[in-house]
Structure formats: structure tokens, C-alpha cells
């Protein structure tokens, strides 16, 4: 099965990102860039399927040539090669979503699996989009994926709202990844030194002829409103106490 | 401005509170822009029950699309069933509650429309004329001030930003309209629903979760007595989740559910980023864990710096004298 792997890099989640003093983006300088978590979990997934119905597993990243760094890594984990879409990190998800649509025709991609949300701008759209630009049935927030026989057709499980929903999707179809499906695995030494051989083609995003103009814009940042924080009790009765004399809540 | 469309949510036939929320993020944007506010419900047989609860929000009418197609939630039907919805009627705005119904299709109407959406906002203001959006990125830790270029808008709401619209008010009229299902490769399975006779996460007024600190699935037994005498929902951490201690979704935070109760108390949950994300907006936080370093206390309102496993019980034991009293 030919499987594509969206991918994005997104500052370490770990980290509390800060604000530029003028509010006009994130700062950037001295933040590790890592893989976005759920986008590992898609990688992973692609590569315990090729293990099982043999295949290729091709990542594509659409963004700065610096992203270069966390694909990579991906293919240090075992993906075969690499299309990285050289553009602005300023694309949004509806234009990142219609060149991905390209490059899913280009390679004649089987199946699409991306995480469902990239940690930084938090949207949870490109995967939904990506499917209805390419009209493929989509399952997204999954937390299990299991072919049919004939792998024409693949039963997912999603992670919604008062528990999980098992659709059937007939591929190709673009799947989009929720925390359970799997444990991404770590490059291994010999993948790092593998990966630095493998195929990473860098496409122009001029040459793919697809109209980018913004629709979603971000304008500007600002930090959420601070709690005050830090009240501490000595025990329960006083923390009871508390709450019923002074918040008030019980 | 044109007309605004709520997309209703429904668990076949049980109408979802969340939608309450999205009206009142519609009526703002009515308030700024100008237009009506409409509903449109999708289902089979059931969906009535749900225009009719849906017609007492305020609406000024409720659009009812009914069919087999629709008798399971699935994003490409009804993706394809409010793209044609807003064609014919001309809507200049959508609106859906940023769940996991609306984080599901939404993007995909996007993508069908070729339409620009804003997930999960926070508020709508006008800047002059300019519509300005505002929504959390980067697991809460930023608000972003987002402009829309298109029509229609788009927009999931984040429940817990929007006071819900009063419910069983003057009933709007019900108008039926046709719509068409292709469910282009897509069919529904089963359904495995978290069963519990609590109140649900997103509705509670009160919530007490538990991480990685409860050690155990059976230790949950001492969270559900404690929720039990609050009238609490249940909740949970990722690291709870996980460890298959509870179920998916029970997970609170930046990719869970986001909460905002009355009362939030945080259980052997050292407070991750992630996490906070998904309940910092709470009225009255609390949390007990033995580590006094776990950034849960910067949020707290009250922290109990204690073993869960001796201060829970005696928490416990004290809201049962309470209610004796």
C-alpha cells in the first residue's frame, strides 16, 4: 500500500511558547522544533502497515526549508522518502490542505494518514479538508485502523465525544490520528544514519500551480488572562471549609 | 450581513446543550454584522424532537432535513448536506459547536465550499468595519486575533466561552427542507458509549479528575465517591487515559475536552501544559497532590499539598458531615 504521511514541525509542546513583545507572532529564537506528537503517531501507524501489507511510506511536509530537519526524523523512523513543499510558514490550512491534494495525486497515494490536530495552531482541519478537497472518504480521531480483506476498505475506530464510533471507509481515504492508536517508535542510530540517504524531494510551491491566498489570517497574539494562582490549604477541613464559606461552591 | 446557520447536535434525537453556546456565538455575530439567526437539524425519524427543543432557543426558524442517510452522524453526509443547505439559502455564516460532531464535518464543509473556518473561538468583535475572531492556539497558552476572508464564515465555538442560550423559550416554525446524502464511501459501524449516570463532562458544575497519581483503575473508587457527593463529573488526565485507567473520553485538555465548571478539583494531576488547556477557565480550582512543585498549583485556587490516597478520604468525610449538618 502506498501510504502518505503528512507531517509538521511545531515548537516543543513541553514549553510554554511566548509572546513577541508586540504581539505580532510567537518567538521562535532557542525553541527546539520537534515533529507534532500526533503527526509521529500517523508515521508510526503508516509504518506498521507497510510491515504488514508491504508498501512505501512517503512524508510530506509543506512549509520552510528548515523543516527539512523533521522529516528527517521521520525517515529516520523507517519512512522510505520524503516531498517537503517549499512555502511561507504563513499558508493556511485550506492551502495547505489543496497543495497536499496535489502531492497525494502526484504520488497516487492509497492512503493519507496526518495527525489530527498540529499542537501549535491547534486548528484540526487539514486532514477533514484535505479529504473533501480530494472528494476520499475521511475518518478522523482515530484510535484504531483495521483493513478488510481485500484492503479496499478499512474499519476505523474514532475517538468522539461520550466514547468510540467505528466507521467503515472505502479507500483511498484520508485517516486522521487521535492519541491511543499507537506508541510512536524513537529513531534507532542506524535509522538516523539511513534516513540521511534517503530520498527528500524539495518542490517549489510555484511549480505546483495551486492558489495559496490566505482565507484564515492571524493577526496578531495575546497572551490568555492569568489566574491568580498558588492559594494553598493545610487539609481537608480546611479546604472544605473553604469551599463552602468562602467560594462558596458546595 | 446574510443569514447565520446553526448546525444542531444530536445524539440520535437527544438534543446536545453545546448548541446553546453556538447560538449565542451566532447572535453575536448578528449583533455585530447584522442577519437572522436559523438552526438546521439533520436526521431521520428522531431529529424532529430535536427541531423542536432546537425552535425554543431563539432562533427565528428551525430547518429540518430529514432521511435514512441521516440516521447516523457521519462528516461526508453531513458535510454534503449543509453545503447544499447554505447554497440554496444563501447563508454568509455557519456555526457548529467546536465537539468532536463539529471538529469532524466542519472542515470539511470548509474544504467543500472552499470557505475559510475558525476553530474553537473565544469571542467575536468588529475592529471599524472588520470582523475580528478571536481563538486559543498553542494549548491555550496564546489568543489569536484572526481575520476571515470569504464567505461563508465558518466557525466551531468553544462551549465553555459562551453563556448558552436560554432553552423552552417562544417556538420558532419548523420548515422542512430537502436535502440529499452521498455517503461517498462511508459507512457507520457501531457506537461503544462511556456508560455513567453522572452528569457529562462538558455539563457539569462540578468536576473532580485524576492523573497519574491515582496509581490504579480500582483507586478510581475513591474519585467516584468523592464526584458522587459533589454531583460531579468524572474526568481524567492523559497519563490516566493512557494508562487505560479511564476512558478515552474522560481526558481533559488541550486535545480532550475543554471544561470550565464551577468547581474543578484536580486529583494526583501534576499539570501538564496540555492539560491546563483544558480547565484553567474553571471558576474555582483545587488540587491536592503530594509533589508542591506540580505546576497544578500555579492555577489553584486552593492546593493541598497531601498523599490523595489520606486527604481524599478525609474530604470525603468531611462532605459527608456537611450534609449532615
Known sequence: MKILVAIKPVPNPDEKVKIMGDGSGIVLENIKMVVNPFCEIAIEEALRIREKLTGEVIIVTVGPKVSEQQVRTALAMGADRAVLVEAGADLDSLAVAKVLAKVVADEKAELVLMGKQSVDDDNNQVGQILAAVLGWPQAAFASKVEFAADNKKANVTREVDGGLETIEVGLPAVVTVDLRLNEPRYASLPGIMKAKKKEMKVVPLASLGVDTTPKVKVLSYAPPKQRAGGGRVADAAELVSKLKNEAKVL | ?325
Not at chain 2, 22 to 42: F, N, P, Q, W, Y
Not at chain 2, 83 to 99: C, L
Not at chain 2, 147 to 172: I, Y
Not at chain 2, 309 to 323: G, H, Q, R
Request: charged share 20%.
Open chain 2, 1 to 325: 450581513m446574510a443569514d447565520i446557520l446553526v448546525v444542531v447536535e444530536h445524539q440520535e434525537g437527544v438534543f446536545k446543550k453545546n448548541t446553546l453556546s453556538v447560538v449565542s456565538a451566532a447572535k453575536v455575530l448578528a449583533g455585530l454584522s447584522g442577519g437572522e439567526v436559523d438552526a438546521l437539524v439533520l436526521g431521520d425519524g428522531v431529529a424532529a424532537a430535536v427541531a423542536d427543543v432546537a425552535a425554543g432557543t431563539g432562533v427565528r426558524m428551525v430547518l429540518l432535513g430529514e432521511g435514512a442517510a441521516f440516521a447516523k452522524y457521519l462528516a461526508v453526509t453531513y458535510a454534503g448536506a449543509v453545503a447544499q443547505v447554505v447554497k440554496a439559502k444563501g447563508y454568509g455564516a455557519v456555526f457548529a459547536p467546536a465537539s468532536t460532531f463539529g471538529k469532524d464535518f466542519m472542515p470539511r464543509l470548509s474544504g467543500l465550499l472552499d470557505a475559510p473556518l475558525a476553530s474553537d473561538i473565544v469571542g467575536l468583535e468588529k475592529e471599524g468595519d472588520a470582523l475580528r475572531v478571536k481563538r486559543p492556539m498553542y494549548a491555550g497558552n496564546a489568543i489569536g486575533t484572526v481575520e476571515l476572508v470569504g464567505s461563508p464564515l465558518l466557525f466551531t465555538v468553544r462551549q465553555t466561552a459562551f453563556d448558552p442560550a436560554t432553552m423552552g423559550g417562544a417556538k420558532a416554525p419548523v420548515e422542512k427542507v430537502a436535502v440529499t446524502a452521498e455517503a461517498g464511501g462511508t459507512a457507520f459501524v457501531s457506537r461503544q458509549e462511556t456508560k455513567s449516570e453522572r452528569p457529562e463532562l462538558t455539563e457539569a458544575r462540578a468536576i473532580v479528575s485524576a492523573g497519574r497519581g491515582i496509581k490504579a483503575q480500582e483507586n478510581f473508587k475513591l474519585v467516584e465517591e468523592l464526584a458522587d457527593l459533589l454531583n460531579a463529573a468524572i474526568g481524567a488526565s492523559r497519563a490516566a487515559v493512557d494508562a487505560g485507567w479511564a476512558p478515552n473520553d474522560w481526558q481533559v485538555g488541550q486535545t480532550g475536552k475543554i471544561v470550565a465548571p464551577e468547581l474543578y478539583i484536580a486529583v494526583g494531576i501534576s499539570g501538564a501544559i496540555q492539560h491546563l488547556a483544558g480547565m484553567k477557565d474553571s471558576k474555582v480550582i483545587v488540587a491536592i497532590n503530594k509533589d508542591e512543585e506540580a505546576p497544578i498549583f500555579q492555577v489553584a485556587d486552593y492546593g493541598l499539598v497531601a498523599d490523595l490516597f489520606k486527604a481524599v478520604p478525609e474530604m470525603i468525610t468531611e462532605l459527608k458531615k456537611l450534609k449532615s449538618a
